[in-house]
T-cell receptor, first 113, second 115 residues
């Protein structure tokens, strides 16, 4: 079965640079979530989209923005990167309304030097 | 917001023994209770979940029990195997939403199965 796809899988950036992470949800899933996981930490919710509209917002810095496109893929844009942004970034998707199960992608490991 | 606590933080068991991890939550409106397994550097993987209208659910060696009155739910793994070694997270749904539901993860439990 098709799973959530994330690209790139690894990304190395310098401080103050920008980064764009991409997420392709499971086919026919209409909701996308972004989570950030620091080393030894639990995943922290950043933001979610349902039908291309932002549906919920968590602890996402103002330097970050995200959107969901007409084909339901989503991008997380990160600017003015800081060392503390180094983490695993997971995208998850879920199906139609009232389908609670979230399925995670393989993640993008971002390293800021 | 939802306050989630997991216990224990680390659990070591002998292969073949059972393991139980407990998750306590604060929001009485929560009605979806999943457990995720995460191996080092890998994605969280949904292993079992339960909704508030059910008290127990079982899938082979894995089961989840829910006590809504006491606001806790537990993961039970029987006949543990070395490949069960991982970090386990509970992630109760803090509030039911019509359009998407964010997960609030517990701090995680490191399970080590010794062979």
């Amino acid at each position: 079965a098709a799973g959530v796809i994330q690209s790139p899988r690894h990304l190395i950036k310098e401080k103050r640079e920008t980064a764009t992470l991409k997420c392709y949800p499971i086919p026919r899933h209409d909701t996308v979530y972004w989570y950030q996981q620091g080393p030894g930490q639990d995943p922290q919710f950043l933001i979610s989209f349902y039908e291309k509209m932002q549906s919920d917002k968590g602890s996402i810095p103002d330097r970050f923005s995200a959107q969901q496109f007409s084909d339901y893929h989503s991008e997380l844009n990160m600017s003015s990167l800081e060392l503390g942004d180094s983490a695993l970034y997971f995208c998850a998707s879920s199906g139609t309304v009232r389908t609670y199960e979230q399925y995670f992608g393989p993640g993008t490991r971002l390293t800021v030097t | 917001g939802e306050n989630v606590e997991q216990h224990p933080s680390t659990l070591s068991v002998q292969e073949g023994d059972s393991a139980v991890i407990k998750c306590t939550y604060s929001d009485s409106a929560s009605n979806y209770f999943p457990w995720y397994k995460q191996e080092l550097g890998k994605r969280p993987q949904l292993i079992i979940d339960i909704r508030s209208n059910v008290g127990e659910k079982k899938d082979q060696r894995i089961a989840v029990t829910l006590n809504k009155t006491a606001k806790h739910f537990s993961l039970h793994i029987t006949e543990t195997q070395p490949e069960d070694s991982a970090v386990y997270f509970c992630a109760p749904d803090p509030y039911p939403q019509e359009y998407g539901n964010k997960l609030v993860f517990g701090a995680g439990t490191i399970l080590r199965v010794k062979s």
